[in-house]
């Protein structure tokens, strides 16, 4: 099957592993065939089922430490980005704290590679941790170190309004992608603000990855129709 619409777009889901709910609408968006990519978070859930998918979907690490799902509204994303500035502020002050989330999101590499029996094809964290400067290089190093060629980061800002993209961008541009590295031409989580077809194909660029995260009903209900326009 070939998704028609938005075929100029890199479609991904996060969280996969994170709950049986999560993982079971996974399963299913990944059988319609709506989807490019899914970030699997490893030491949760029952992955033997995504594991054993043969379809052409990229599966990606999804790092996470102490994840949290944060509701779909103004007052999650606010918490939300309240903890990112609250880790940004704790890494620095306790040069250990980042060595030690590394430690950990190696063991869930190789954890990935125990279930699905070979590396992850891209590695990004939840809530895009990897962003915060004194944290990117631990990924790029385990990125390199495991020979996954493909970063969440992208390479162009996207001119948006939003608080949350405006922060990684202000991240983005203190971290270098090495040469050995791939990554989309922009970065947009469908969470941000929910655009229609129309205006993502009017106010992204081609190639970026759009991000769904399948959880919240909103995501959800969009990636589904796609399925009766596939062919």
Request: aromatic content about 10%; glycine content about 4%.
């Amino acid at each position: 099957m070939e998704r028609k619409i938005l075929s100029a777009y890199t479609l991904s889901l996060d969280d996969v592993g994170h709950t049986k709910a999560i993982t079971e609408r996974a399963l299913e968006l990944i059988g319609m065939g709506v989807v490019d990519r899914i970030s699997v978070m490893m030491q949760f859930e029952d992955l033997a089922a995504v594991a054993a998918t043969s379809s052409d979907v990229a599966k990606d690490i999804h790092l996470h430490f102490h994840p949290k799902i944060y509701a779909p509204s103004f007052i999650g994303a606010l918490t939300c980005t309240f903890d990112r500035l609250a880790l940004f502020v704790r890494i620095h002050l306790d040069p250990s704290c980042a060595r030690n989330i590394a430690s950990a999101w190696e063991s869930q590499i190789q954890s990935f590679i125990t279930v699905f029996g070979s590396t992850p094809d891209g590695i990004n964290t939840h809530e895009h941790i990897h962003f915060i400067p004194r944290l990117y290089p631990h990924v790029v190093q385990l990125a390199l170190e495991y020979n996954i060629p493909y970063i969440r980061m992208g390479s162009l800002r996207i001119e948006s309004n939003d608080y949350r993209e405006r922060l990684l961008s202000l991240w983005r541009k203190k971290n270098i992608i090495p040469h050995q590295l791939t990554t989309s031409s922009g970065l947009y989580s469908y969470d941000w603000k929910r655009l229609s077809i129309p205006e993502i194909e009017s106010q992204l660029p081609a190639k970026t990855e759009l991000i769904f995260h399948p959880q919240y009903e909103e995501d959800y209900a969009f990636l589904r129709t796609f399925a009766p326009v596939l062919q």
